[in-house]
């Protein structure tokens, strides 16, 4: 009885498992351990018990309440507007694509800058607000235009794109049969994307939820007034840890939470394609 010994293919087929396994597990450690340290830092009970600190209460209210005022008017401002704009050509269209995408790449100081020079009380269109006593600057109605600001290109881009994607054809069917554009976008068009567009609006909801730089330079860090969770986080490194730890945490859960529900609308677009 011979014994053939493994060849060089074999070798080779063995080294790229080992080299992919490698790969893949260095890369899953990196970003999931240091989010792992935040949990093996504290402990339940201490958890529990920042819960009911009045700095994470009051800025876990805030958050949630700005963020859900800010995803609304993104929805309603923002699902006409991509579906005019994709239905429709027009001069300067390649620019209002680029200004739509630009706060991805901007940084969100720069973004929360480019507000207060705006909107601040001698800003270009704040001094003539201050005239009328309307301050923007440095309130909650500033938290809630920083979050729509950074977060608003996160819908606009889903609802692009899956109105782009959409056929045609049952809209011109529709309007054969006498509907009226309305009445054709909220029985055809919205119904036919729903869950894509879902799937956009809980990203947007993240990234408001998580926003800082922007937050920090328009609004300031007013506690009980500007100050989101984001921000609680930043004060309790030069305070009280862990608040700051529990706030980390708290972001961290929703951020999970948001992710899987991404995952399984994209799952369910599928599914139904």
Known sequence: MTISSPGPGSYRRTLTTIGAFVLVASVTLY????????????????????????????????????????????????????????RNTYPGKIIVDTLIDLPLVLPPAVAGMALLVLYGRVGLIGRYLNMFGITLAFTTIAVIMAQIFVASPF??????????????????????????????FATITLPLTASGLVSGAVMTFGRALGEFGATIMFAGNLPGVTQTMPLAVYVGMEGNFNVGLTISILLVLISFAIMIAVRFLATIEVRHA
Do not use: M, N
């Not at 700005?66 to 704009?85: E, K, N, Q, R």
């Not at 881009?157 to 009226?180: I, N, V, W």
């Open 31 to 86: 970003l999931a351990l240091p989010v792992a340290a935040l949990f093996f830092r504290t402990t339940p009970d201490l958890f529990i018990s920042s819960l009911s600190d009045p700095v994470v209460a009051s800025a876990l209210w805030l958050s949630l309440t700005t963020s859900v005022i800010s995803l609304g008017i993104v929805i309603l401002a923002g699902t006409p507007f991509a579906y005019v704009h994709c």
């Open 155 to 184: 819908y606009l881009r889903q609802a692009k794109s899956l109105f782009e994607q959409l056929d045609p054809a049952y809209e011109q069917t529709a309007r054969t049969l006498g509907a009226s554009p309305v009445r054709i």
